[in-house]
């Protein structure tokens, strides 16, 4: 395998799960959080194939199977499924009316 596509999913995956995880930690908004996953799943997907393309990095690729499964459950949570956080008050808060 070119030792510069290994170079690139690498990098790629580690600066994408870098900038997911800060994208979902700063909690701006339930979409940006579920555009943060989208972006774990990137990362993830690199870095499987780094990890199994790779000498002596099957270890990271097992670890970013598991995570990846974990990734596309928030995507269907904060994309797919998406709840009502829209700004707008979901309908078990809402006061009943008079």
Known sequence: ???????ALQYYGAGAGLIAALMV???ISFRVSGWGFVLFVTSSIALIAWGFLGEDTAGIAWQNIGLLMINIVGVYRYLIAAPDH????SKDSQEPST
């Not at 395998?1 to 170079?7: G, I, P, R």
């Not at 829209?86 to 008050?89: E, L, P, V």
């Open 86 to 89: 829209h700004g707008r008050a």
């Open 1 to 7: 395998m070119s030792d510069t596509l290994l170079t």
């Open 25 to 27: 930690s700063l909690n």
